[in-house]
C-alpha cells in the first residue's frame, strides 16, 4: 500500500514431440542391406568404417572455461525501506497556482505509483483547467482511476512551509518494486501555464542514498495573462527538492 506523509513545519513453446519409430522401421534401420561399392578410382584402399566419433579439430574445440570467466547473473531482489522526499513549499495568492504532483516512474519512463497531488486538480480540477499539473495528470492516468486511489494519493494544498511525503516502495497494485533507479518527479503548477517540475535518479538497494533534484522552468502566456519570469515570485512555490532512500536494518 502506498504510504505517504505530509508534515509542515512552521509548520509495478510449442513443445515438439518426437514421433518413435514403427518396429518394421527399427528392423530396417538395423538391418541395413549391403550395397555394392562403385570401383575404385585409384590403387588405395577404401577407409574402413568406425564407430567411434571423430575427434574434434584444435580449431573448432572449445577448452574448458576458467572460472573468472564465468558471469554470475542475479535476478532483481526485492527490497524494503522507504523513500523521503522533502521541499520548501511557498503558498501562492490568487488562482490558477498552488497544485503539485509527486509521482514515481522506472528508468523506462513508466508510471509506477502517486505519492501525493493536490486534491483539487486530482479530483476532477483537471478538467476545468487542463494546464494545472498537466504532466502528472497525463501520466498517471488519473482521470480513469477510481475514486480510492484519488483518495489515497491526494489531500489539501498545504500550508507554507517544508513538506514531507513518503514512498514506501510499492506500485500502483501495491507490489514492491525491486531493487535498482528510480525517478523522481515533483511538478509544480506555478500560474496557469507556468510551471516547474523537479527530477531525480535515486537507486535503492542496501545502501542509504540522498541526491537533489533539478529544476526545470516552463513560462508560457496564456489568454490575456501574460509569461512569468524568473524573477517572478512564483518560482518560489517549490525548491530545494531532496530525494533519500533509507533502506530497513534488521534490528
Same mark, same amino acid.
Given at each position: 500500500? !502506498?504510504?505517504?506523509?505530509?508534515?509542515c513545519? $512552521?509548520g509495478?513453446?510449442?513443445?515438439?514431440?518426437?514421433?518413435p519409430p514403427?518396429d518394421s522401421?527399427a528392423?530396417t534401420?538395423?538391418q541395413?542391406?549391403?550395397t555394392?561399392?562403385?570401383?575404385a578410382? @585409384? @590403387?588405395? /584402399?577404401?577407409?574402413t568404417p568406425?564407430?567411434?566419433?571423430?575427434?574434434?579439430?584444435?580449431? =573448432?574445440s572449445?577448452?574448458?572455461?576458467e572460472? @573468472?570467466d564465468?558471469?554470475?547473473?542475479v535476478?532483481?531482489?526485492?527490497v524494503?525501506?522507504?523513500i523521503?522526499?522533502?521541499?520548501?513549499?511557498?503558498?501562492?495568492s490568487?488562482?490558477?497556482?498552488?497544485?503539485?504532483? *509527486?509521482? *514515481?516512474?522506472?528508468?523506462g519512463?513508466?508510471?509506477l505509483?502517486? *505519492?501525493f497531488? =493536490?486534491?483539487?486538480?486530482?479530483?476532477?480540477?483537471?478538467?476545468?483547467?487542463?494546464? /494545472?499539473?498537466? !504532466?502528472?495528470v497525463e501520466?498517471s $492516468?488519473i482521470?480513469?482511476?477510481?475514486?480510492?486511489? *484519488?483518495?489515497?494519493?491526494? $489531500?489539501?494544498?498545504?500550508?507554507?512551509?517544508?513538506?514531507?511525503f513518503?514512498?514506501?516502495? =510499492?506500485?500502483?497494485?501495491g507490489?514492491t518494486v525491486?531493487?535498482g533507479?528510480?525517478r523522481?518527479?515533483?511538478e509544480?503548477?506555478?500560474?496557469w501555464k507556468?510551471y516547474?517540475?523537479? /527530477?531525480?535518479?535515486?537507486e535503492?538497494?542496501?545502501?542509504?542514498?540522498?541526491?537533489q533534484?533539478?529544476?526545470?522552468? +516552463?513560462y508560457? $502566456?496564456?489568454?490575456?495573462?501574460?509569461?512569468?519570469?524568473a524573477e517572478s515570485?512564483?518560482?518560489?512555490?517549490i525548491?530545494?527538492? +531532496?530525494v533519500?532512500?533509507?533502506p530497513?536494518?534488521d534490528?
Amino acid at each position: 500500500m !502506498l504510504s505517504s506523509l505530509c508534515a509542515c513545519s $512552521g509548520g509495478n513453446q510449442q513443445s515438439a514431440t518426437a514421433t518413435p519409430p514403427s518396429d518394421s522401421q527399427a528392423r530396417t534401420e538395423t538391418q541395413a542391406t549391403p550395397t555394392t561399392a562403385p570401383p575404385a578410382t @585409384s @590403387s588405395a /584402399s577404401p577407409a574402413t568404417p568406425t564407430t567411434e566419433p571423430p575427434s574434434a579439430s584444435p580449431e =573448432t574445440s572449445t577448452p574448458p572455461r576458467e572460472e @573468472s570467466d564465468m558471469v554470475n547473473v542475479v535476478a532483481p531482489k526485492d527490497v524494503s525501506g522507504q523513500i523521503v522526499i522533502t521541499f520548501d513549499y511557498v503558498k501562492q495568492s490568487g488562482s490558477a497556482s498552488n497544485q503539485f504532483a *509527486v509521482w *514515481v516512474e522506472d528508468m523506462g519512463g513508466n508510471y509506477l505509483q502517486t *505519492v501525493f497531488a =493536490t486534491r483539487w486538480t486530482a479530483d476532477g480540477g483537471f478538467a476545468t483547467r487542463p494546464d /494545472s499539473i498537466a !504532466l502528472w495528470v497525463e501520466k498517471s $492516468g488519473i482521470a480513469s482511476m477510481p475514486s480510492y486511489y *484519488v483518495d489515497a494519493v491526494s $489531500g489539501a494544498t498545504p500550508q507554507t512551509g517544508e513538506i514531507t511525503f513518503i514512498w514506501d516502495l =510499492t506500485d500502483v497494485n501495491g507490489n514492491t518494486v525491486p531493487a535498482g533507479e528510480y525517478r523522481i518527479f515533483v511538478e509544480g503548477t506555478l500560474r496557469w501555464k507556468n510551471y516547474v517540475l523537479y /527530477s531525480c535518479v535515486i537507486e535503492i538497494g542496501n545502501a542509504p542514498a540522498t541526491v537533489q533534484a533539478d529544476a526545470e522552468y +516552463t513560462y508560457e $502566456g496564456s489568454g490575456n495573462q501574460p509569461a512569468l519570469t524568473a524573477e517572478s515570485p512564483e518560482n518560489t512555490m517549490i525548491g530545494a527538492v +531532496t530525494v533519500s532512500f533509507s533502506p530497513t536494518t534488521d534490528s
